[in-house]
């Protein structure tokens, strides 16, 4: 599986779970990416969430993205762990606030939460294929992106 390969299942399959690890304590949320490009796999997140303090505590994670979930013994799984880096660039900042419609209530408001925007650009990646209603996983690659 190349990078290009991991990019464009992010792409297709853009809902995904993402776990974190908060004082030995695991937590695992459903997610959307942002988008996802030749530098990363980007996330936005509003600082008032606990992930937000999750991530600033302990940033590596493990993101579980999945394709064909209607048909799950035809199935793709894509798990990938690494460390995500927190973007502090103002321009992508405020460009993820300004992209998404569930920041409308908040644009209103005197005070507005802060957008936070993490990456993945680096980690390990497998991909597995689903059978047996999902009770079997079958690794079909595994490779470092």
Known sequence: MKREEVIKFAKDNPV????????????????????????????????LKELSKHLRFNPQVEVCFISNIDEIDASYEMRLSGKLELITNEQIINEAYRSEPVQDEY???E??????VYRLTHGDARL????????????I?????
């Open 16 to 47: 995904c779970f993402l776990s974190t690890v908060y004082k030995n304590t695991p937590y695992v949320r459903t997610i959307p990416v942002w988008f996802a490009d030749d530098t990363g796999i980007y996330f936005e997140i509003l600082s």
């Open 107 to 109: 644009l209103s408001q």
């Open 111 to 116: 005070r507005k939460p802060n957008v936070e």
């Open 128 to 139: 597995l294929q689903l059978k047996n209603q999902g009770i079997n996983e079958e690794v």
């Open 141 to 145: 690659h595994h490779t470092l992106f």
